[in-house]
């Protein structure tokens, strides 16, 4: 480990897609994946996942329930290209084919500490009522080659996409050397920690150097 | 030279007439801050909502400056349009706000307005749609000729942004 002068910050994802809220749907399963920029890339952990399949419990009738563990380090020379996770949540239909019934993305939290998010899923719409009838009679829905286009800005102009449900995810945010590297996430008040050479190239957090 | 990263995004809007919203958003900086990398301006999708009345778009965003000086700190400025079932399109608001001055995650409501024309515009905006636009987008952010504008309240575009800021405390810059 370099001590004196680190060349790439790393940052540590701990967390977990804790479920969703569908008013329409039920039975459910989703899969996530991580989408970064070019000076990117994951050192441990998986960037791909499937999760179970999950139903409405009776108690809590709109909530379903995945609890699925996320965990993936990466690690990079710019924040330029921030990962995104991109979740895609699929179901039955009344046919018993297996549908899209929402694509979502967010931002890693960048800063350090635990974040919780609810992101809205949408899918894509059909063109006209002719085609919206006949992609609902046999099961094959208007819906993305690639996730991953829904992470990215470019090209989205030309979609229509009716927004139907959400996602909650939580994180766990670790970062090593940002604060080395001269890149502050967090304001001004924490400033007196990087004149003290101790714990530095952890996190920066305020819990430190109270002296 | 100070570095500035802003990476968020475009959540969605809420509290306009209508429901079926897009948004053109573009991000207007000062003469010392130069764009090293990332699209400062674009269009989201178009977002028809199903359940409740907030339209989602999600639009990331991620940019890169570099700047000499703090002045012309970047604004964002937004136009929310309304797509109907022909494909038509009318303007519903515009909007603009700062882009947070100090690091870490911030969640923004920018407010819009449009331009109210005479009560025969009115009348024909109700049953034709459409009505009347700045010429220039520049009025959207700056306060020049603002004076003569007569405009109505519209809905609020919610972001997500996170700022991340690097060096700037080498120019004795606290925020």
């Not at chain 1, 441990?44 to 379903?64: A, V």
């Not at chain 1, 635990?114 to 919206?132: A, D």
């Not at chain 2, 309304?82 to 700062?98: A, I, V």
Request: a negative charge; proline letters at 6%; glycine letters at 12%.
């Amino acid at each position: 480990m370099t001590a004196n002068s680190p060349s790439v910050f790393l940052l540590m994802i701990n967390g977990q897609i804790e479920g969703a809220n569908f008013p329409e749907y039920d039975d459910l399963y989703c899969k996530y994946c991580f989408v970064y920029g070019h000076d990117w890339a994951p050192t441990s952990g998986l960037e791909e996942g499937i999760s179970q399949i999950t139903s409405k419990g009776r108690d809590s009738p709109h909530r379903l329930v995945w609890n699925f563990p996320l965990e993936i380090t990466f690690k990079s020379t710019n924040p330029l290209g921030w990962p995104q996770i991109v979740v895609s949540v699929y179901g039955p239909d009344t046919f018993g084919n297996d549908v899209v019934r929402g694509y979502g993305a967010t931002h890693i939290p960048i800063t350090p500490g635990q974040h919780t998010r609810t992101i809205p899923m949408f899918v894509p719409e059909s063109t006209s009522r002719l085609q919206k009838f006949t992609s609902w009679l046999l099961g094959r829905r208007p819906e993305f080659t690639d996730p991953k286009v829904v992470a990215q800005g470019e090209g989205r102009e030309v979609t229509r996409v009716s927004s139907q449900g959400f996602v909650t995810l939580s994180f766990n945010i670790v970062t090593k050397d940002m604060k080395r590297l001269g890149y502050d996430t967090t304001a001004t008040e924490t400033t007196h920690t990087h004149t003290h050479p101790v714990a530095a190239g952890f996190g920066p957090g305020n819990q430190t150097l109270s002296m | 030279m100070a570095e500035l990263h802003i990476i968020g995004q475009i959540v969605g809007a809420s509290g306009f007439p209508q429901n079926s919203l897009f948004c053109k958003w573009g991000i207007h900086t000062g003469g010392a801050w130069r764009l090293l990398s990332g699209l400062k301006e674009g269009q989201t999708q178009v977002d028809l909502p199903s359940t409740g009345d907030m339209a989602y778009w999600s639009h990331p965003i991620d940019i890169h400056y570099t700047t000499k000086g703090l002045q012309g700190w970047p604004k964002l400025h937004l136009q929310v349009w309304h797509q109907d079932s022909f494909g038509r399109c009318e303007l519903y608001g515009y909007g603009y706000c700062h882009v947070p001055s100090s690091p870490g995650h911030h969640h923004v409501s920018c407010v819009t307005w449009r331009p109210l024309g005479s009560w025969q515009e009115q009348i024909a905006q109700t049953f034709v749609g459409g009505g009347p636009q700045l010429r220039s987008p520049d009025l959207i952010y700056s306060g020049a000729d603002r004076y003569r504008l007569h405009t109505v309240a519209m809905g609020t575009v919610e972001l997500e942004l996170g700022i991340i800021m690097r060096h700037f405390d080498r120019y004795g810059v606290e925020s």
